[in-house]
Every structure is written in structure tokens, then in C-alpha cells.
């Protein structure tokens, strides 16, 4: 009996080990159709949405653009537009007629704009953890652990199971707050030039520039 006592934790523990690596290795030739799907794309210009949803399940949604080149982007986002040439962000409000310049430093472990189509190259464990739909569409789902401490706990990362691209990515809090952020439309390699990542401050002679970056 003790035997039988024995090999049962025995026997769960290598079933679960076994189904992690199953899992893992399931992830990882995704992400590799997902990678080589981008790995295409100099530029990319994206539509999509963002849900928050706080610990007491009250909800707020808006959408927004994202421009995509290199480590540059443009977000135009919660009523204000963002620039960023890779080296400084310039953060325009329009309805204040008012742009701030700051140097551009990335928060450790946050995940940037720019993150958006690879953050599955970050320091994550990453697993399969199966099938769901984001907008009608069929979609594998991969689990996102980092490997060091974050703010949060997982990313889930949706992929579409016809085309590779990613459809949604969820951000879960350890508050139990969640981010989602659903792409609603995806334009590959739009002709966009490095200025268009820059602020033109001769076309905008009537906004207020306030210099953070000195």
C-alpha cells in the first residue's frame, strides 16, 4: 500500500512535467511562425482597442493607432499623440495647444509601444494554453510568465491560427486588474518616413513646447 502511496505523486509529477514540455514546445513553434510573419515588416501601422478592467470588474474601453518602424513609433492614443524617433518622445495635447519633449527612457520591464508585435522575444516561459476567439476569429493562446519580477503576474498572447499574426494581448495584474488590447485592423509596411516619427515644430508654430529632455 505504501508503494501505492508513493508512486501516485510520483506519477502526477512526471504527467504535469511532461504536459509543461508538451505545452512549451507547442508554444514555441507558434511563436516562430508568429516571428517570421513579422520578421517581413519594416514598417506596420495598426488600429485596435484597449479594455481595462479593474478588480472589481468595472470596465473602460477606447481605441487608438499605432505606427511601427524600428524602435521608432507614433501613438495616437486617450486624446493625445505620441512621437518617438527612438532617442526623445514628444507627447502633443492638442486641446492644451501644448508639447512636452523628454528624453526617452523605457521603464524596466514594462512593455512599450513598440513591444506590441514582439514581446514574445522577451524573457518569458511561454506555453500553449489552448484555443479561444477574438473577434470571431480562431485564435491559439500562449501563456507569458516572466522569468523575473514584473508588476504583473502573465501575458496571454493570442495568435490567428490562419494567418500568424498576433489578435490580442492581455496584460493581468497581481491587483487583479487586467489590459487588453485588441488589434482591429493591421497594414503591413506602409510607406512612412523617419520624420514622420519626429515633431515638426515649424508646422506647429502655435503650439507650446516645453523642453524636458536638457
Known amino acids: 500500500m505504501r508503494k501505492v502511496i508513493y508512486i501516485i505523486p510520483l506519477?502526477?509529477?512526471?504527467?504535469?512535467?511532461?504536459?509543461?514540455?508538451v505545452n512549451g514546445a507547442k508554444a514555441a513553434a507558434i511563436l516562430k511562425k508568429v516571428s517570421a510573419v513579422y520578421k517581413k515588416y519594416e514598417t506596420m501601422k495598426s488600429s485596435?482597442?484597449?479594455?481595462?478592467?479593474?478588480?472589481?470588474d468595472k470596465s473602460t474601453k477606447s481605441s487608438g493607432t499605432l505606427w511601427l518602424k524600428g524602435p521608432k513609433f507614433k501613438l495616437d492614443y486617450a486624446g493625445q499623440i505620441i512621437y518617438c524617433d527612438g532617442?526623445?518622445?514628444?507627447?502633443?495635447?492638442?486641446?492644451?495647444?501644448?508639447?512636452?519633449?523628454?528624453?526617452?527612457?523605457?521603464?524596466?520591464g514594462s512593455i512599450s509601444p513598440s513591444d506590441i508585435f514582439n514581446v514574445y522575444k522577451k524573457d518569458?516561459?511561454?506555453?500553449y494554453s489552448g484555443?479561444?476567439?477574438?473577434?470571431?476569429?480562431?485564435?491559439?493562446v500562449i501563456k507569458m510568465v516572466p522569468k523575473k519580477r514584473r508588476n504583473y503576474s502573465y501575458l496571454k498572447?493570442?495568435?490567428?491560427?490562419?494567418?500568424?499574426?498576433?489578435?490580442?494581448?492581455?496584460?493581468?495584474?497581481?491587483?487583479?486588474?487586467?489590459?487588453?488590447?485588441?488589434?482591429?485592423n493591421f497594414v503591413p509596411n506602409p510607406k512612412i518616413t523617419d520624420a514622420f516619427f519626429e515633431w515638426d515644430a515649424g508646422k506647429n508654430k502655435d503650439v507650446e513646447l516645453v523642453d524636458l529632455s536638457n
Not at 506519477?11 to 514540455?21: D, E, G, I, M, Q
Not at 518569458?124 to 506555453?127: D, G, L, R, Y
Open 131 to 140: 484555443n479561444s476567439k477574438v473577434s470571431g476569429v480562431n485564435t491559439y
Open 124 to 127: 518569458f516561459k511561454n506555453a
Open 11 to 21: 506519477l502526477l509529477t512526471l504527467s504535469f512535467t511532461v504536459l509543461a514540455n
Open 157 to 184: 498572447l493570442y495568435v490567428n491560427q490562419k494567418t500568424n499574426k498576433i489578435s490580442k494581448l492581455s496584460q493581468y495584474y497581481k491587483n487583479g486588474s487586467t489590459m487588453s488590447l485588441v488589434v482591429s
Open 48 to 56: 485596435f482597442t484597449i479594455k481595462s478592467t479593474d478588480r472589481n
Open 87 to 108: 532617442k526623445h518622445t514628444w507627447t502633443y495635447n492638442p486641446t492644451d495647444k501644448e508639447v512636452t519633449k523628454e528624453k526617452y527612457k523605457k521603464k524596466k
